[in-house]
């Protein structure tokens, strides 16, 4: 766990013997995240993900954001950042560990922050 610092409010998915955990914030640096980690079980090793790439979609630095996952996906919502509480919404596939952002009603859509989330009817 080298490395890892001090961070807290990041959010887990496990999936085919990984854990992967998304954003949070650095409590030593006072800075909120948008790294993305996996934690190899039968390794026992911690990798960081680098995707901050050109064309590659990534949600802002967040922490205390929704998160539930449901098969082979995770379900991001919300959170806050230095900026204030976030309103968006994203989909990770955990195999390929890129997100997809979900297209919401901006004006419905309620800013949320320290929340759960849950799957409702399937859905």
């Given at each position: 766990m080298d490395g890892f610092g001090a961070r807290h409010s990041l959010s887990a998915a496990s999936w085919?013997?990984?854990?992967i955990l998304f954003g949070g914030q650095d409590v030593l640096k006072e800075e909120v995240l948008?790294?993305?980690?996996?934690?190899?079980?039968e390794k026992g090793e911690l990798e960081c993900i680098e995707y901050l790439k050109e064309g590659v979609i990534i949600p802002k630095p967040r922490n205390s954001h929704g998160w539930v996952q449901k098969k082979g996906k995770a379900y991001l919502f919300g959170?806050?950042?230095n900026e204030g509480p976030l309103n968006d919404a994203y989909v990770l596939d955990l195999e390929t560990q890129e997100f997809k952002r979900i297209e919401?009603?901006?004006?419905?859509t309620p800013?949320?922050?320290m929340h759960t989330m849950h799957f409702f009817n399937g859905d």
């Open positions: 085919k013997g990984k854990t948008n790294e993305m980690f996996v934690y190899h079980h959170g806050a950042n919401t009603d901006a004006e419905q800013f949320f922050e």
